[in-house]
C-alpha cells in the first residue's frame, strides 16, 4: 500500500513528507481549494524533489488541454481528476490519470467501470467541496471485488490506518487534513506519527 500526502504548498512540506518517505505528493490545481497552489510555485517545489517522488496534479473539471500543459510543463506524473469530468476527458490526457469519486451511502460502483485505464479514488462526499473535508465514507459499503483496486481518501488518520490495511488493503491511500495544523500546512509531529504508525504495521503483518 502506498501513501499520497495532498495538498502541499510549500517547499519545506514536501521535503518533510519525502524526509518520511510518502509515495507520491499531490498539488491542487483548484483555485477555490484552500490548498490550492500557483502552478509555477509547484513547479519550484517539484524541481527540488526527489525524481523517485511521484508528482500529483490534482483538478477539477478542467479541460484535457489544460491538464496535459501543465502536466508538460510542470514535470508531473499522475493526473487527478477530482470533479465532475466525463469518461472521455481522462481519454485524452497524456499521463496516467486518477479519477476520484465521492460516495454516498446509495453510490453505484458499477460507474467505475465507464472509465477506462484510469486509477479509480474512492472520496467522502460533500455537496460543498471536492475532497479535502477530513470525513470519512462507510468504507463497510466496498465491495470486496474493488477493495484492493483503488485509492482510498476521506478523512484517513493515524487512528484508522491498520482498520484500512487489514481490512481493504488498497492500492494507496490518499492523505491530507489529519497531517495538518491549518489548511496547506503540514504538521511535522503528525506527519511523523502517522509514518512511524504505518511503517510500523508494514513490519507487523507483512
Not at 60 to 85: R, Y
Amino acid at each position: 500500500m502506498k501513501i499520497k500526502v495532498c495538498g502541499i504548498t510549500n517547499l519545506n512540506d514536501a521535503l518533510m513528507c519525502e524526509k518520511f518517505e510518502a509515495d507520491a505528493l499531490g498539488f491542487v490545481f483548484y483555485k477555490k481549494s484552500k490548498r490550492y497552489i500557483e502552478p509555477d510555485k509547484a513547479k519550484e517545489i517539484i524541481n527540488s524533489l526527489s525524481p523517485f517522488t511521484l508528482k500529483v496534479g490534482v483538478f477539477v473539471n478542467e479541460t484535457a488541454e489544460f491538464v496535459n500543459k501543465i502536466s508538460e510543463k510542470l514535470k508531473i506524473n499522475l493526473a487527478q481528476l477530482h470533479g465532475n469530468e466525463a469518461p472521455e476527458i481522462s481519454n485524452k490526457i497524456i499521463i496516467p490519470v486518477i479519477k476520484s469519486f465521492r460516495v454516498e451511502n446509495n453510490f453505484n460502483f458499477s460507474s467505475l467501470s465507464e472509465y477506462e485505464n484510469v486509477y479509480c479514488l474512492l472520496d467522502s462526499f460533500s455537496r460543498n467541496e471536492f475532497g479535502g473535508t477530513g470525513k470519512k465514507f462507510n468504507w463497510q459499503i466496498i465491495p470486496d471485488s474493488l477493495k484492493n483496486k483503488i485509492i482510498l481518501a476521506g478523512g484517513i488518520s493515524e487512528n484508522n490506518i491498520e482498520e484500512i490495511y487489514r481490512n481493504i488493503n488498497p492500492i494507496a491511500v490518499d492523505i491530507s487534513s489529519s497531517l495538518e495544523s491549518k489548511p496547506g500546512k503540514k504538521d511535522e509531529e503528525k506527519t511523523k506519527n502517522f509514518f512511524i504508525k504505518f511503517n510500523s504495521l508494514k513490519e507487523k503483518l507483512c
